[in-house]
């Protein structure tokens, strides 16, 4: 554990079914086991209808006082869709680093490309990574909805997550449904392995 984090600022965008409360409940809990201090926030769009949702994590050692990330101070940005990462542009600096899971929710209107978001994205911060975290866990288990812990294992991985491993596995262990931790378990072991590749 990094004991000499002050203030670690995490975003999460998605859209509603992707688990993005799931996913910013486990980061807590972890942040809160690792002893840090914590604060979250969750934004809910048309989120039973794949409307935009946002949430954001924040954590440290000094005292958090508001839940949503401050302008240009976002650590890390999670995006479960692609599409809805350039709602994140507010957030971000040049030391961002961004995980972009390859996934787009299908859309009436024509769609913007994942490579035309990764263009956009690079003018804010060249720390972009693009991952098929969707496509892995349809292939593995048949289901995309570990997604967002699988991303959660490659940022681990990738030291992204000033958060060690087994505050992780124990987070997800108590946020979880029994019957599901195991296919998360697996989703997120699976997701370190690729990341060292």
């Known amino acids: 554990m990094q004991k000499d984090i002050l203030e670690f600022n995490i975003a999460i965008f998605g859209v509603g079914g992707q688990g993005l409360v799931t996913l910013i409940k486990i980061l807590a809990q972890a942040a809160f086991l690792a002893g840090f201090n914590v604060k979250t926030s969750e934004f809910h769009g048309l989120s039973q209808r794949g409307g935009s949702v946002e949430a954001h994590i924040r954590f440290g050692r000094n005292e958090i006082f508001s839940p949503v990330t401050p302008c240009k101070k976002a650590n890390l940005v999670f995006a479960l869709e692609s599409q809805e990462t350039l709602s994140s542009a507010d957030l971000l600096s040049p030391k961002t680093f961004i995980l972009i899971n390859s996934y787009q929710f299908p859309t009436l209107s024509e769609s913007v490309t ?82 060292k590749k």
Do not use: W
């Open 114 to 195: 994942t490579e035309n978001v990764m263009i956009k994205l690079k003018k804010f911060t060249k720390n972009v990574l693009l991952i098929s975290a969707a496509c892995a866990c349809e292939e593995s288990f048949g289901t995309i909805a570990p997604s967002g812990v699988y991303m959660l294992g490659f940022a681990l991985e990738k030291n992204l997550i000033p958060i060690e491993a087994e505050n992780l596995l124990e987070a997800i262990k108590e946020v979880i449904p029994l019957k599901h931790q195991d296919i998360n378990v697996k989703a997120f072991d699976m997701a370190r392995k690729e990341a």
